[in-house]
């Protein structure tokens, strides 16, 4: 299915956020007002109309109406003039077109002033549709505007690049995926498909869905809390269609009934990532990956790691005994999350890789250097999250194949020889992570 990119246009191609809040603080001061940056952030997504009538009923305003609008298109068009676009953006969306992605601009800003732009920087032609505040009665974060979009492109899977809460709630309640372009690091309540903090990424994030998975966050401060009191809601006949496919399960296969964790949600913020998780048995991921269809939501929550030895070898093997991906290489260790990892409301996912890595490969624990998080991969084809993590080791030592009851030939191997169109889709994002706090270090 085709993919179609559906950029915001204030915050995500245009750095006009600041501007935009000098025009608001300006507006309300010419009438004696103080605004607030709450309420700027509230009136992020909503037309400039529907501003300018907002604000004129709250503060009672005398001025009619019409020349209120004059006044703040007035201070807006003056702004857009002098406004630059991101670091980075100008040159991503020529890039994109050039490679045949299809793109779209949808904003509650006013036509003229995004025509003002596009021509200045001769994008007016990159964009197969432009959707502005002009043509839709009701504005972000009501769904209307994306609405549009996905009748327009029917055909398409549709992504949003969105830097508001408003831009989120619109394009989630229109059932669209959204990258949330957190330029300043905020972080969010609201769902999201994954988080940038560059609009250069977003080839890679499109690269990732193109290779089933999507780097959801790239993130290196990480923790989870598992809702014990949670409990899903299960329909007395997706039970008994669960029960139905494990009692078919074939034996040969490493099944149990235990506990693992499954994904609820995650917040972000300046001080990290939380991730949301509950317990629940195996059995309903099982059945989820021979039953993609069923109707409610069982995301399973795993954690996987890059091993990296003292000559920076990377670490892997093909997998063997397991329920998906048979026969493919995949980045060692890695593992669903069981129960053992408990540690009160917290799930400590450090040491169950830790254990991961001892028992596919007898390394021992004393030989690690360092360890850290280096973000969340998301599998779009099994449809599993993993909190994703770098082991860096103190040397060079040995490795036994003969241990592992889900691995086969254990091997050290240059990045440059990691068969990435046969690595399952976490290892390949878990790559592409790599690579990319490399060349942010560089």
């Not at 036509?111 to 502005?132: A, D, G, M, P």
Request: with cysteine.
């Amino acid at each position: 299915m085709p993919k179609l990119l559906a950029f915001d246009f204030d915050g995500v191609v245009i750095d006009s956020i600041q501007a935009l809040k000098d025009v608001y603080f300006h507006f309300l001061a010419q009438f004696g007002v103080k605004g607030s940056e709450i309420e700027f952030e509230q009136l992020n997504g909503p037309s400039i109309k529907e501003i300018v009538s907002i604000l004129k009923d709250k503060y009672l305003l005398d001025e009619s109406f019409e020349a209120l609008l004059k006044n703040y298109n007035h201070l807006l068009k003056e702004a857009y003039i002098k406004t630059p676009l991101i670091e980075g953006a100008l040159n991503t969306l020529k890039n994109l077109y050039r490679q045949g992605t299809d793109l779209a601009l949808v904003t509650s800003s006013r036509r003229s002033e995004v025509e003002i732009i596009l021509k200045k920087y001769n994008l007016e032609k990159i964009f197969k549709f432009i959707i502005t505040g002009d043509e839709v009665k009701k504005s972000k974060p009501l769904p209307d505007i994306y609405l549009m979009v996905k009748d327009r492109f029917k055909q398409h899977e549709v992504w949003a690049i969105e830097d508001s809460n408003n831009g989120i709630r619109s394009a989630k309640e229109a059932g669209i995926k959204v990258i949330y372009f957190d330029q300043f690091n905020k972080g969010t309540d609201n769902v999201v498909d994954c988080r940038i903090n560059n609009i250069k990424d977003i080839p890679m994030i499109l690269q990732g869905i193109e290779d089933c998975y999507c780097t959801v966050e790239k993130e290196t401060r990480i923790s989870i809390e598992a809702k014990e009191d949670y409990s899903p809601k299960i329909s007395k006949r997706q039970d008994y269609m669960v029960n139905k496919i494990w009692e078919a399960a074939p034996d040969s296969k490493d099944l149990h009934l235990d506990k693992i964790l499954y994904y609820l949600s995650h917040t972000t913020s300046e001080s990290g990532v939380t991730i949301s998780a509950f317990w629940e048995s195996y059995k309903y991921f099982y059945y989820r990956l021979h039953q993609p269809s069923l109707d409610f939501d069982f995301i399973p929550l795993a954690v996987s790691g890059v091993c990296v030895n003292k000559s920076g070898l990377l670490l892997s093997a093909k997998r063997k005994n397991v329920t998906e991906y048979e026969s493919r290489e995949e980045l060692v260790p890695s593992g669903g999350i069981s129960s053992s990892s408990r540690e009160g409301g917290f799930v400590n996912f450090r040491k169950q890789l830790m254990e991961e890595l001892f028992e596919e490969t007898s390394i021992d624990p004393q030989r690690v250097l360092t360890f850290k998080e280096i973000g969340i991969v998301k599998d779009l084809s099994n449809n599993v999250i993993d909190v994703c993590c770098q082991i860096n080791l103190a040397d060079d030592g040995e490795l036994d194949s003969d241990i592992s009851r889900e691995y086969s030939v254990l091997s050290w191997k240059k990045v440059s020889a990691m068969p990435k169109s046969k690595l399952v889709p976490t290892s390949q994002g878990i790559l592409n992570l790599i690579n990319n706090l490399e060349n942010n270090n560089d």
